[in-house]
T-cell receptor, first 111, second 113 residues
Framework: DTGVSQDPRHKITKRGQNVTFRCDPI?????LYWYRQTLGQGPEFLTY????????KSRLLSDRFSAERPKGSFSTLEIQRTEQGDSAMYLC?????????FGPGTRLTVT | GENVEQHPSTLSVQEGDSAVIKCTYS??????FPWYKQELGKRPQLIID?????GEKKDQRIAVTLNKTAKHFSLHITETQPEDSAVYFC????????????FGRGTSLIVHP
């Protein structure tokens, strides 16, 4: 499968724990995006990388969230001190320009 | 910032009927408008897109129209089939920068056999 992949697909964690998600984009895509999606809503932008540079972050992104894309390949999204409100689907997307192709997402449940 | 409104939130049709989903946007600088289909538990899938220099685009049973003056664009699905049942999202993006799309809230399309 040469599409965008994400790991893990599901994560259940207790409130206050840290979690880290991984995204592997389509190899030739230099742009990588993270989104959060809750039930009944469209994807909500979190942050964006062009190659290894993080160029934009949503104003809504708490400082408990951090993302990296070392070497411009895979990316990780870490959430520290998780809260119940962080429960959502976390989607990664990659693209060469304005087209974006989504991964299957990581569903986070914070208990 | 950009604001995208999408209607209806739910659309129920009989197999073989046409379905139309409408979106409006607020930022006149937006110039790229993708549509995504998301089946239950699956990833959003890009199904068609249109750029601001084009008024209409077709791909088999789906088509998208764009009215830049009125700032609205629509998805048209003809001869609907049960496998078209899914949530459809529109989005508006400003090209030439970070290409960050603003998504609508989605339309749940139900096609009854």
């Amino acid at each position: 499968d040469t599409g965008v992949s994400q790991d893990p697909r599901h994560k259940i964690t207790k409130r206050g724990q840290n979690v880290t998600f991984r995204c592997d984009p389509i190899s030739e895509h230099n742009r990588l995006y993270w989104y959060r999606q809750t039930l009944g809503q469209g994807p909500e932008f979190l942050t964006y990388f062009q190659n290894e540079a993080q160029l934009e972050k949503s104003r809504l992104l708490s400082d408990r969230f951090s993302a990296e894309r070392p070497k411009g390949s895979f990316s990780t999204l870490e959430i520290q001190r998780t809260e119940q409100g962080d429960s959502a689907m976390y989607l990664c997307a990659s693209g060469p320009m304005d087209e974006q192709y989504f991964g299957p997402g990581t569903r986070l449940t914070v208990t | 910032g950009e604001n995208v409104e999408q209607h209806p939130s739910t659309l129920s049709v009989q197999e073989g009927d046409s379905a139309v989903i409408k979106c409006t946007y607020s930022d006149s600088a937006s110039n790229y408008f993708p549509w995504y289909k998301q089946e239950l538990g699956k990833r959003p899938q890009l199904i068609i897109d249109i750029r601001s220099n084009v008024g209409e685009k077709k791909d088999q049973r789906i088509a998208v129209t764009l009215n830049k003056t009125a700032k609205h664009f629509s998805l048209h699905i003809t001869e609907t089939q049960p496998e078209d049942s899914a949530v459809y999202f529109c989005a508006a993006t400003t090209s030439g920068g970070s290409y960050i799309p603003t998504f609508g809230r989605g339309t749940s399309l139900i096609v009854h056999p």
